[in-house]
Nanobody
Framework: VQLQASGGGLVQAGGSLRLSCAAS????????MGWFRQAPGKERQFVAA????????YNIDSVKGRFTISRDNAKNTVYLQMISLKPEDTAVYFC????????????????WGLGTQVTVSS
């Protein structure tokens, strides 16, 4: 499966963005999907994940109540809705796919898209 993330940009603190990750290839609905981010000089960090059916979602504590992951299997797309953005959310955001158990380890994911830059100004 090939993944393409989009929707990043420059936003002021407190603003919102919605990232999209479009998948091509077969059987998108059989993959668990995740969003990760990587800030300059830092390791790639798990942000959120959604199960293949969309029935289970996971996210890190620092984005709870602000970020929502969802998917539309009919459109082969996974989303990350981000509100109340903070400067510390600034990073390149990546989507990834796995048929392994949903988790937060980058090594657990088999396919990665190119990232989309999110910059939050104070």
């Amino acid at each position: 499966v090939q993944l393409q993330a989009s929707g990043g940009g420059l936003v002021q603190a407190g603003g919102s963005l919605r990232l999209s990750c479009a998948a091509s290839g077969r059987a998108f609905s059989t993959y668990n999907m995740g969003w990760f981010r990587q800030a300059p000089g830092k390791e790639r960090q798990f942000v959120a994940a959604v199960s293949w059916s969309g029935g289970r979602t996971y996210n890190i504590d620092s984005v709870k109540g602000r970020f929502t992951i969802s998917r539309d299997n009919a459109k082969n797309t996974v989303y990350l809705q981000m509100i109340s953005l903070k400067p510390e959310d600034t990073a390149v955001y990546f989507c990834a796919a796995t048929r392994n158990i949903v988790g937060g380890s980058p090594g657990n994911y088999e396919y990665w898209g190119l990232g989309t830059q999110v910059t939050v100004s104070s």
